[in-house]
Structure formats: C-alpha cells, structure tokens
C-alpha cells in the first residue's frame, strides 16, 4: 500500500503504513499549500534541489522529527552542516531505504540556495515504496534519457511538472509521460505564483489523447494506490 498526499507545487508526502517520506516540503510562503506543517512528521525527507521552493522547509522539519534527510552530495553536506541527519548520494546511484529502494536520476535545471550557495546538481528521484514506483523528475526541462529511465525502471506514477518558465511545460510533460510510460502521470509545479501559470486539465486531456492515465490532485488530496 502506497499513499500519496499532494500538498502542492512539487510536495508529496508518500506514506506506506510505517514510514512517512516527504518530497521537497515546501510550506513556508507556499501560497497554495493546504496542508499544516504541524500535521507533517515525515521520517525521511527527499530533496531534489536546492531551490528555495524545494528545500523549503526541509532542515526545520527534519530537525523537529529527527528525520534523515536524503539528497545529493553537496546539499546532503548543506544539511549537515545545519544540524540535520544527512544521507549522502548521487545521481546514478541507488540505496535500499528501510522504505524501499530509491535512486538519483538527472534533471537539466540549477541547484543553490536562496543566499546564493551552489548546491550540486539537480536531480529527479525514483522511489520504490508500498509496492509502488514512483519518478519525482524534480524541476527539469524535457531530455530524452527519460525514455531509458522508463524502459529501464517499470514506473507506476510520474510526479511532472507542467508549469513551464523553470521546467516543462504543458506539452514537454505530455512528451515526458509518452518516454516514461507511466501506468499514471500526476501533474505538479504549477499555478503555485504567476510566473508557472498552466492548466492541469488540459494537461490531462493532452496525456488522454496519448493512451495515458493522467489524474490531477488536488491540494492537501490523499490516494492510496495497492500494491
Ligand atoms: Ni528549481
Ligand atoms: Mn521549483
């Protein structure tokens, strides 16, 4: 059993009955976030980039619940730096999690903090959990070894953003889903400010035109997916 909770923007909380994961929990100045921070007790957080929206409210967060961050070298060091548990990775390498398996993809995109620190690369993050596959491609502009990730790993949910101007847009994520090969795409980095304006509806009438499932959460929704 896998339970996925969209809070916004590029947050997920993945939950499989023991273990509760949150991918880049961003709730501070997260206009579109539903959800409490307060209600959140992840025990391992996954980071795919620096980036204020993403890293957000991550070394509070694992601070307070004496989470285990998990992130690439050079953010992985950031964190520990600041007082939190730290597991080092990289792009191309995989671990086995108590939760499961998780692995370090590519993602063409930047990756400092808000004070302007580089950070490593960015990176897309494929999590084994409840059964479930799931690839966070992380902020990332359309590339073609999507395609290889897809044939190499049989994926069952896709977290893509749509929201265009810092990552793909509309019809970039529908070509995405199309080299994935998802049994599910979920749209996500969009309509959060101004700027990643987007329509998740014809997102979705896009990747049905296709022959793909594509459900667009909404904020602070829960589903649960079987094994
Ligand atoms: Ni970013
Ligand atoms: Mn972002």
Request: hydrophobic share 40%; aromatic share 10%.
């Amino acid at each position: 059993m896998l339970k996925l909770t969209y809070v916004s923007h590029s947050t997920f909380i993945l939950e499989d009955g023991q273990n509760t994961l949150i991918i880049d929990p961003f709730f501070t100045g997260n206009p579109t976030a539903t959800i409490s921070i307060d209600s959140v007790k992840p025990n391992f957080i996954v980071l795919t980039h620096a980036h204020g929206d993403h890293l957000g409210d991550a070394l509070s967060l694992a601070k307070k619940h004496d989470a285990l961050i998990i992130a690439v070298n050079e953010l992985a060091n950031y964190c520990a730096a600041n007082g939190c548990k730290a597991h080092n990775m990289h792009i191309g390498g995989a671990y086995n999690f108590p939760f499961g398996r998780l692995k370090f993809t590519i993602a063409h995109h930047g990756s400092s903090t808000n004070d302007g620190q580089y950070m490593g690369e960015p990176a897309g993050v494929l999590i084994n959990m409840g059964g479930n596959l799931v690839y966070h491609t992380g902020d990332t502009g359309l590339f073609y070894d999507m395609k290889l990730i897809g044939e190499l790993n049989p994926i069952d949910i896709l977290l893509a953003p749509i929201g265009d101007n810092f990552t793909m847009g509309i019809d970039d994520a529908v070509q995405a889903t199309k080299f994935v090969d998802p049994k599910l795409v979920i749209p996500m980095h969009y309509n959060t400010f101004p700027v990643i304006e987007a329509d998740p509806n014809e997102f979705k009438s896009k990747v049905e035109k296709i022959g793909k499932k594509c459900v667009v959460m909404q904020y602070g929704e829960t589903i649960v997916f079987d094994e």
